[in-house]
């Protein structure tokens, strides 16, 4: 497949709009809806997540200034908590892999171990499948919305220039943003305050974490990091080819003030 057209739009400089909390919290479903989520069968997870405890690792925080609320721990399944597994992937220390058939993606770890966190996914639709590299990052990003959403839903209008960042910000606490060939394929790891989209379909064009788990994931990200997005981890999903689908653009594209991953 030849690289995806790298979006007209793609750097714009992100200007911020005032707007009220209730006002801003009502559109930020909008980059990555929950609509028509589907829900995998539920499992019992590990009490032991080998990072730590589960109620500090999700605990109300400050961030750059922004509060983060704690995540409700007892109302996800614990197999998305974000924790030290044995890695499944086979792939180099650093590589990144998302594993769409369950819901996780996979920080490969030096000696045979992988962090694993919980994720959302694409809706049907717009699932994108195929290898690219996290090329640049960005905390507290400002989101934009495309033209393409904005025509299906003009009252976003009043954020083509930007939503500021925060809590609320369908971008959340981070963004990484995924390139291919040099061009930026729409696709982006980003945190959200929807914790209960966590397992499900329920996005367009991105793959989805709780805040905390993308502060996390920022951390550990610190070069030009590989990324396969695979149908699930059998020898069969690991030659799959890239998708024939693009994803949906969520934002309008790369922010000037991004830090550039080499």
Known sequence: MSDLSQFSGRISRRSFLGASAAGVASIALSACTTDDVVTPPVTAGPADTGLGNPAAMYAARVDAGYQLPAIPIDKIDPKYYRQMVP???GEAPGTIVVDTSQFFLYLVQPGGRAIRYGVALGKAGFEWTGSAVVQYKKQWPVWTPPP???QRRPE???????????????LGARAMYLFRGGNDTMYRLHGSPEWNSIGKNASSGCVRFMNQD??????RVNGAAPIHVRPNLTAAGRMAQVSSRTAEPIDAGLPRDAEMLR
């Open 87 to 89: 890695d499944p992937t």
């Open 148 to 150: 393409e959403m904005i």
């Open 156 to 170: 976003l209008a009043q954020y083509k220039d930007g939503m500021p960042p925060g809590p609320t910000n369908p």
């Open 214 to 219: 993308i502060i996390d994931l920022y951390s």
